[in-house]
């Protein structure tokens, strides 16, 4: 069997990854709809200061993340309740950021 690492490209092997976990039910951050909430399975940000921004904000896998707010007509940033806080991230970074969903809505 080969290693995961060896499957993937070189972008994704010369990228930073917080956390690594695969799966097929898991969906980017910024495709996620206002109301929608989900468990964060990894962060892989390919810039390390991103990566720990995210990490001080207390995106970390295995926290409850659910989308409150986004700009208008797809555009930046978008608001999301972590922890107890709301913060507003990058289309760009909350891509990177794969979530399982919890299959509940709110609002």
Not at 2 to 29: C, I, T, Y
Not at 79 to 84: E, F, H, L, S, T
Not at 88 to 106: K, M, N, Q, Y
């Amino acid at each position: 069997m080969k290693n995961n690492l060896e499957n993937r490209s070189q972008d994704e092997r010369s990228g930073f990854s917080v956390f690594n976990s695969s799966s097929n039910s898991l969906m980017p951050l910024s495709a996620l709809s206002v109301g929608q909430r989900g468990v964060i399975d990894s962060v892989e940000l390919k810039d390390a200061d991103s990566a720990r921004r995210m990490l001080e904000m207390g995106l970390i896998e295995g926290s409850t993340v659910e989308v409150m707010h986004e700009a208008p007509f797809g555009g930046d940033p978008i608001a999301v309740r972590v922890r107890g806080a709301l913060i507003g991230i990058r289309r760009i970074d909350a891509a990177e950021i794969h979530i399982r969903l919890s299959g509940e809505r709110t609002s």
